[in-house]
């Protein structure tokens, strides 16, 4: 089944440690994005990547960053410089097809806690 | 910027209540729109979309028309069910060829027997 798939599903992470997180997908999409979502804030857009080898800050990008080497993958790293990263994680991808462009399909999250 | 407002939750209903989300937006050009549901637990759904001004996305009961004269896409349903408790998001995209969607905050339902 084609999806896109968030490991792991939980999450702790230690002080001063940097962790990551990871998306995969076999849609064959050219973009993919990464969101924070907190309680009553909807989401906010961290990172995106439009091709491989490319992306570019969101909205929240400080404290985090990307890589995007392959197509079907787009790990998130949570660095030790984001001070509240106590948050839920969504992964998504698209691809500009006539008369779908735009439509994100999303991962089933990454919930991230600090011990 | 581009921005969505939502009527703030949480909204609670009984079984077969009719139910209207509100969400309005502020954009330059012609975005298009989406609603996108998010059950417990999990990543959020495409629930509809529309992509020009008159516009009705349906789907599962839900229905949205795209309003440019008022800027709105509020969400309906005539006869909700208790299966459809979850968080609802308004999102705007498609500017300037981008793919970036901009959300708003959601809106809890909760549906009662």
């Known amino acids: 089944d084609g999806g896109i798939t968030q490991s792991p599903k939980y999450l702790f992470r230690k002080e001063g440690q940097n962790v990551t997180l990871s998306c995969e997908q076999n849609l064959n999409h050219d973009a993919m994005y990464w969101y924070r979502q907190d309680p009553g804030q909807g989401l906010r857009l961290i990172y995106y990547s439009q091709i491989v080898n490319d992306f570019q800050k969101g909205d929240i990008a400080e404290g985090y960053s990307v890589s995007r080497e392959k197509k079907e993958s787009f790990p998130l790293t949570v660095t030790s410089a984001q001070k509240n990263p106590t948050a839920f994680y969504l992964c998504?991808?698209?691809?500009?097809?006539?008369?779908?462009?735009?439509?994100?399909?999303f991962g089933a999250g990454t919930r991230l806690s600090v011990l | 910027g581009d921005s969505v407002t939502q009527m703030e939750g949480p909204v609670t209903l009984s079984e077969e209540a009719f139910l209207t989300i509100n969400c309005t937006y502020t954009?330059?050009?012609?975005?298009?729109l989406f609603w996108y549901v998010q059950y417990p637990g999990e990543g959020l759904q495409l629930l509809l979309k529309a992509t020009k001004a008159d516009d009705k996305g349906s789907n599962k009961g839900f229905e949205a028309t795209y309003r440019k004269e008022t800027t709105s896409f509020h969400l309906e349903k005539g006869s909700v069910q208790v299966s459809d408790s979850a968080v609802y998001f308004c999102?705007?995209?498609?500017?300037?060829?981008?793919?970036?969607?901009?959300f708003g905050k959601g809106t809890k339902l909760t549906v009662n027997p």
């Open positions: 999102a705007l995209g498609g500017q300037g060829g981008s793919e970036k969607l901009v």
């Open positions: 998504a991808s698209s691809r500009p097809v006539q008369g779908s462009k735009n439509i994100q399909y």
């Open positions: 954009a330059t050009g012609y975005p298009s």
